[in-house]
């Protein structure tokens, strides 16, 4: 059967009973009457006129309607609840499914609803109208995106397609207007935090100036973090000392390292994490101190003897000048000096800490100070050169203001061509005792760290500075594939003008791991580098930055560093990762290393890990501070059955800028396996002391390496470990007092 109106056929002909069938009008091109023309086994009969096709209505939403969902809460960052509105159009609507060429959108904001901010809605299900059953509306639904805390309304609007004019949808429906907006509220998310502080009654507590106290103690509560054993982790916590009634807030503080986990309200919780730390005070008198911890996302939280914020009552702390004055430090700088032969040299300073007597305002009464120099080779004490210095002012000490030092200020005569040895020192008993000063400045006196004075009779032209920059560490580099690595000089008046000086030249050195460019030249290979002139971040005021391709034909583990001339090549440079000093203080320990393996032998290197702890500051006779870290290895510690032995993690210490990936370096030892990471089960935990056995007083890199078992490929970690790239000055500091 066929059905024909005028011209066009009729679509979808449905044949019901020998008596009816259906069939759908095809579209006219006017309105009118038409023929309608049925054939059926070639036999046809025509119906004149009809159907008639009349100009379509224009359409418009006939009502509309917010359902009863406000008001609506929700918190920021997470998913917000759909919200949903029902509309009515006539012929559209009605019955099972939605209807066609409607519009939906859903906005919110604040005043004039025609400013709000609006996304499409999605047809959702059929709802029924005024009669049970009817189906004559369609509900459309849509999630809000909004980004900041707040109360807001929120509206719908509808519209038939084509139409240009909105239909606004409140919770009252869109017959009177928009009256009654749906409000939403969106709050800020909880986060962990400090509830519970209180410090261990040692009151008083007593200390010598210019020394450390005894050890002082504090526990916390934080809901979430501490109760359980061992440390719970995103915790700072430092301990501090002020004037009698002032207010905590402005106390002088230092960081106090994890203790012990101590008991809350409940024997054996374990619900309190217990911190210590110790206070250097340099002027003598009694004092309050407090305790303070804080998490990442909360303000400092004071503690006090009654846990009462900081408002209850302080203990004590009294401090006393030591019976006998001494030089409690000192130290030379600069480190390193170059002038031509005869010359006065630059000013060389000294400093130096003698309790009761520097921390005063003023040069402090009974200091003898000298400045010695003598051939570089030979023992400071048969020195025969000497310069009475001049008082130069106080400096601070330990504490920023405490102006607990004093620095006196010399300059050596001029002297033949030759490299000289130079150092302070000083004496309280008028000359009969004296307190040598090096570089450093950490006990005891070194004599291989005494300030370097070469004289020469022509001017030798050294960089101002130089560094390598990137990377510190590449563990998985390839025979044949290209490594490129970064260095930065500065010289003034030619690097920082965007183009190459032609007597700047630049080298990258690549050679065995343990050897040292400075005394081994001939075993590193010299690669030519090129100046960058774009992408460069970060560059300091009229800093160069050097690229160049290390490329192995041979496995094995490489040192590099840069090495830079800005004479042409007479003279040259080398250049560490210590970004501090100037390029005459090279050290092999602050080299970058590369591990070149075949294509088949490519190491699987942990994917993540990260120290928590930023600093340590202990004493040598204290325990070792604990040191905390997460690692993740995709397919293991996510496996959901993860042992401890299956990762291996190891921390280390050494001197501060070194690279702990290079041989002999670092100290390690090893760390125990602690546990899912609360929050994170993913990421595995491990946890232990810093050393086994206390290094020398002085300041130190902490640093972690992590392993699969029975691999050789170590990834090292820093305290910030976002892109698994170690940097030197992100390693955690390690601070030892005598």
Known sequence: MTVQFGENPGQSVVVLTQRQATVVAPAAAAPGPVDVMVTIDGQTDTLPGAFTYVEA?????????????????????????????????????????????IEAELGWGTGDITQFTYQPMAYNVDKDGLTPGDLSNDEYGATLQIPSAGEFSYVARMRAQGRTDWVYCDLDGSENGADQTGVIQIQEPMQPAITYCQVQNINPASATTGEDSERLYAFVYAEGITPGAGQGSGIEAELGYGATGAAVDTFNYVPMGYNTDLDGQVPGDLANDEYGGRLRVSTAGQYAY?????????????????????????????????????????????????????????????????????????????????????????????????????????????????????????????????????????STNGGQDWTWCDTTGAPPFDTAEVGELTVADAFIDLPDTCKLQFPTIVANASVGQAVTIYGRVTEANVTGVGSQNANLQAELLVGPATANPATDLAQFQKIPATLRTSGVINPGPGEDEYEADFTSTQAGDYAFAYRFSVDGGQNWSLCDLDSTTSPATFSRSKMGTVRVTTAAATPDLVDYCNIWQNSFS?????????????????????????????????????????????????????????????GVPNNQEYEGPVYDVAPGAGSYAAAVRVRRAGSTAWSYCDTNNSTMNYFADQAAQLTVTP
């Open 57 to 101: 209505e224009d359409p418009q939403i006939g009502f509309c309607q917010l359902q009863a969902q406000s008001p609506a809460t929700a918190t920021l960052g997470q998913e917000l609840p759909a919200l949903y509105a029902v509309v009515f159009m006539e012929g559209v609507t009605q019955g099972a499914g939605q209807g066609g060429g």
């Open 290 to 426: 407090a305790a303070r911890f804080k998490t990442a996302n909360s303000d400092w939280f004071y503690c006090d003897l009654d846990g009462n914020q900081g408002s209850g009552t302080l203990p004590v702390l009294n401090v006393t000048d030591p019976v006998v004055a001494t030089v409690g430090y000192c130290q030379t700088q600069p480190a390193a000096l170059a002038v031509i032969s005869n010359t006065l040299s630059p000013a060389i300073t000294g400093q130096v800490f003698v309790a009761g007597a520097t921390n005063a305002a003023g040069v402090g009464s009974g200091i003898t100070a000298e400045l010695r120099f003598g051939p570089a080779a030979a023992d400071p004490n048969t020195w025969t050169g000497v310069v009475t210095p001049t008082y130069a002012g106080d400096k601070d000490g330990l504490v920023p203001g405490d102006l607990a030092n004093d620095e006196y200020t010399a300059q050596i005569p001029g002297q033949s061509a030759g490299t000289y040895g130079y150092a302070y020192r000083f």
């Open 618 to 678: 202990v004493s040598a006779s204290d325990p070792a501070p604990t040191l905390t870290i997460e690692a993740f290895e995709g397919g293991l510690t996510d496996s959901g059955n993860f042992m401890a032995g299956e990762l291996e993690a190891e921390v280390g210490y050494g001197p501060v800028w070194a690279n702990p990936a290079l041989p002999g370096v670092f100290t390690w030892a090893a760390l125990a396996y602690k546990g899912p990471r609360p």
